[in-house]
């Protein structure tokens, strides 16, 4: 662990070890798409008014101001808002930023309904 290859995290989040629990697709999720380092994983969410969004969820390591790890723990991030009357605009706006910001995604998304 502790070898960060994307910007989207500060280095401070860096997790040590792997996750101890199972990504689980957050509420309105409609697909989801793992990074390649397999900490980071990409949503395209449903809002209640049909539009959509994307965000992200991390294993990160949760650090004190001395910088020793108390923990880990999945975090959830939006880096921007996003709303999109169409799914595929928001899977290619996703995937632009995962890019700017040197994340790698796995293969194709995986559908959650």
């Known amino acids: 662990m502790g070898k960060r290859s994307h910007s989207l995290l500060d280095a401070f989040m860096t997790p ?8 689980r697709a957050g509420e309105g999720t409609v697909a989801w798409r793992a ?3 397999g900490h980071v994983v990409m949503e395209i ?10 965000r ?3 294993w990160v390591a949760w650090r004190d ?3 020793a790890v108390n923990g880990h723990g999945w975090w959830r991030l939006e880096p921007e ?5 169409e799914y595929a605009l928001a899977c290619t706006t996703a995937e632009r930023h ?3 910001n040197d994340l790698r995604l796995e293969s194709a998304w995986t ?3």
């Open 65 to 67: 101001a001395g910088g």
């Open 98 to 100: 995962a890019a700017s």
């Open 45 to 54: 969410y449903r809002r209640a008014n049909r539009t959509y969004g994307f």
């Open 35 to 37: 990074a390649d380092n």
């Open 111 to 113: 559908s959650v309904v």
């Open 81 to 85: 808002v996003l709303v999109a009357d």
């Open 16 to 23: 040590e070890r792997s996750p101890d629990s199972p990504y």
């Open 56 to 58: 992200y969820m991390a």
